[in-house]
């Protein structure tokens, strides 16, 4: 079956103790992307990958952390989380066209993350 | 930034009866998709509209496109209670510190479809 991994898909830490969320796809998808979903906010764009060993910031990155050494994975990585990360994160992956960039999204069931 | 934005933010209607959500964005795109989610799930595609259609049907989905009016609609007709759900618009749109097309999530329209 076609889908976006991720994990823990529940988590609760205390501020400044790292940890990663994992994200694996099995579509062999180029285009791989990070969101938090905050209520009143919408989604918002952590980091993007258009492909191995090629990240970028999307809008909200401060206090993240990503890499791509492989296709199908595209962890996210909190350093020193703090209690304003506590947030339901989203990861997606879509195929990736240079003239028209990503285009359908799959993303995974969310992983619901507590900094206390 | 968020570029695209759902109106209304809230939406209740009975069973039957036909939901519309709109989404508003302010620069050119390529294309604007619609996606719905469950509650605290992920999102799931629905449907892909194209920079130059106007009108796109899928099942009781039916998605317009204004570009001269930088403006969208889903609608869903004959609605159950299984569409409660939130329903989210994304504009892909030129990034220029990408160089590249971006997809941009507005902040979604809640719909309750009360049976």
């Known amino acids: 079956e076609a889908q976006v991994t991720q994990n823990p898909r529940y988590l609760i830490t205390v501020t400044g103790k790292k940890l990663t969320v994992t994200c694996s796809q099995n579509?062999?998808?180029?285009?791989m992307s990070w969101y938090r979903q905050d209520p009143g906010l919408g989604l918002r764009q952590i980091y993007y990958?258009?492909?191995?060993?090629?990240?970028d910031k999307g809008d909200v990155p401060e206090g993240y952390k990503v890499s791509r050494k492989e296709k199908r994975n595209f962890p996210l990585i909190l350093e020193s989380p703090s209690p304003n990360q506590t947030s339901l994160y989203f990861c997606?992956?879509?195929?990736?066209?240079?003239?028209?960039?990503?285009?359908?999204?799959?993303f995974g069931a969310g992983s619901r993350l507590t900094v206390l | 930034s968020q570029q695209g934005e759902e109106d209304p933010q809230a939406l209740s209607i009975q069973e039957g009866e036909n939901a519309t959500m709109n989404c508003s964005y302010k620069t050119s795109i390529n294309n604007l998709q619609w996606y719905r989610q469950n509650s605290g799930r992920g999102l799931v595609h629905l449907i892909l509209i194209r920079s130059n259609e106007r009108e796109k049907h899928s099942g009781r989905l039916r998605v317009t496109l204004d570009t001269s009016k930088k403006s969208s609609s889903l609608l869903i007709t004959a609605s159950r209670a299984a569409d409660t759900a939130s329903y989210f618009c994304a504009t892909s749109r030129w990034r220029s510190g990408a160089g590249s097309y971006q997809l941009t999530f507005g902040k979604g329209t809640k719909l309750s479809v009360i049976p």
């Open positions: 579509m062999n998808h180029e285009y």
């Open positions: 990958s258009m492909n191995v060993e090629v990240t």
């Open positions: 997606a992956s879509s195929p990736w066209n240079l003239l028209s960039g990503a285009n359908v999204l799959t």
